[in-house]
Nanobody
């Protein structure tokens, strides 16, 4: 069974930084895209960033460009989200997700999901 487990969430002040990790197991992820989404109460799940497992090519939502960086360590089956210059509006539960094939910003197209990790940014 494929498992994705997020960690690294917490409480930070505006302007601070956090690094989220997602460790994957149970499958080879060659050809997959690994992505981060986030969700707040009453809102749709929102695309944040994506990375090709094989090639390392990345994509970002406009709201996080220049502040967040997605990366991966293939040997450790881990994807990271470095979040800098955090804003209160970044507060959300952050989810790691994986899908086979091309990148997609639609959460319904993803095969596997982690349990989520809470990020709270105070003013």
């Amino acid at each position: 069974q494929v498992q994705l487990v997020e960690s690294g969430g917490g409480l930070v002040q505006a302007g601070g930084s956090l690094r989220l990790s997602c460790t994957a197991s149970g499958h080879t992820f060659a050809g997959y895209h690994m992505s981060w989404f986030r969700q707040t109460p009453g809102k749709e799940r929102e695309f944040v960033a994506t990375i090709s497992w094989t090639f390392g090519t990345t994509g970002y939502a406009d709201s996080v460009k220049g502040r967040f960086t997605i990366s991966r360590d293939n040997a450790k089956n881990t994807v990271f989200l470095q979040m800098n210059s955090l804003k209160p509006e970044d507060t959300a539960v952050y989810y790691c997700a994986a899908r086979g094939g091309y990148s997609d910003s639609d959460p319904s197209r993803y095969n596997y999901w982690g349990q989520g990790t809470q990020v709270t940014v105070s003013s």
